[in-house]
Nanobody, 118 residues
Framework: EVQLVESGGGLVQPGGSLRLSCVTS????????MKWYRQAPGKEREYVAG????????NYADPVKGRFTISRDNRRKTVYLQMNSLQVDDTAVYYC???????????WGQGTQVTVSS
């Protein structure tokens, strides 16, 4: 059974930090590009960051560049999102997604809530 389980969300004040984790199982993790998305209330889901299969290349959406860092540990089959200098606009449910390299196979996690508020 494929599973992607996000954790690490919570309530944080503006300027604070959180580290999200997405622990996976049930598929060959190192063959998948891993990405983070988020969805704020009343808005469409949007791309946040992505990392290649070997972790060598990373990509970020403009709103989070310089504040968020994506990384992965292929031994632990886990992808991370370090979020610093959090802003109110970062409030959303954060999802991890696995995209099969060279295929249209994809898997989603169930999401973790991040709330930035004073």
């Amino acid at each position: 059974e494929v599973q992607l389980v996000e954790s690490g969300g919570g309530l944080v004040q503006p300027g604070g930090s959180l580290r999200l984790s997405c622990v996976t199982s049930g598929f060959t993790f190192w063959y998948y590009v891993m990405k983070w998305y988020r969805q704020a209330p009343g808005k469409e889901r949007e791309y946040v960051a992505g990392v290649t299969t070997d972790g060598g290349r990373k990509n970020y959406a403009d709103p989070v560049k310089g504040r968020f860092t994506i990384s992965r540990d292929n031994r632990r089959k886990t992808v991370y999102l370090q979020m610093n200098s959090l802003q109110v606009d970062d409030t959303a449910v954060y999802y991890c997604k696995a995209e099969g390299l060279g295929s249209n196979v994809e898997h989603w996690g169930q999401g973790t809530q991040v709330t930035v508020s004073s």
